[in-house]
């Protein structure tokens, strides 16, 4: 007796921490031992064992049968259980796995955005707004060189042709200097041929 009761606490406490069966029963179902829920099974067997006092008198058939097809379905939730578990260990890779990846393309998009919002120079990294900053002072500084070339070399042109319009009229006054001078020197030559003749005749 001490047995049925135990098999009994067992097969309700089973039906009642179970959530994988039907708790509730249409009344358009035919109960069965060997067909429907552990529920109706269970029901099947209380309803159709004899009763002797307050007890129940079940076949010990019933009993093995209810017990293998108890374990049966025990079985069923532990397989089902262990799927569920394999089945949650690979997502939990692939998520994993995708959380890596995600963490790789933020780390190529940030490098992506970084190589775009930057400029290379001279194989050091700088910013669009500084690299624009630079090339326009370089630009900057060029002009300012180029006008001051040109404004140097139209200086010095105006001081050359100064200088070759000075160097012009200083030629023209020494060939005029040289021009008296030689007529001055070829007077002086008649005057003292002429002093010289007039001796001879003297």
Do not use: C
Not at 35 to 47: A, H, K, L, P, W
Not at 108 to 124: C, I, P, R, Y
Not at 127 to 132: R, V
Not at 194 to 199: H, W
Request: charged share 25%.
């Amino acid at each position: 007796m001490n047995s049925i009761k135990t098999l009994f606490f067992i097969a309700f406490t089973f039906i009642l921490t179970s959530t994988s069966f039907s708790q509730t029963q249409p009344e358009d179902d035919k109960l069965s031992l060997n067909s429907g829920t552990i529920d109706n099974q269970f029901e099947f067997v209380i309803r159709k064992s004899n009763k002797y006092q307050e007890y129940k008198v079940v076949k010990k058939n019933w009993l093995y049968t209810l017990k293998a097809h108890t374990l049966d379905s025990l079985k069923a939730v532990h397989n089902d259980l262990a799927e569920t578990r394999a089945v949650v260990e690979n997502q939990a890779k692939e998520i994993a796995d995708l959380k890596t990846n995600l963490s790789n393309t933020q780390t190529d998009l940030d490098k992506t955005n970084s190589e775009k919002n930057n400029m290379a120079l001279f194989g050091a990294q700088m910013s669009k707004t500084n690299y624009n900053v630079l090339m326009w002072s370089i630009i900057g500084a060029l002009l300012v060189l180029l006008l001051l070339f040109v404004y140097k070399f139209k200086n010095s042109n105006t001081i050359t042709i100064a200088a070759k319009k000075n160097l012009a009229e200083i030629e023209e006054e020494f060939d005029e200097h040289r021009r008296n001078a030689l007529e001055r020197e070829q007077k002086v030559r008649r005057q003292l041929q002429d002093e010289i003749n007039k001796q001879k005749k003297a």
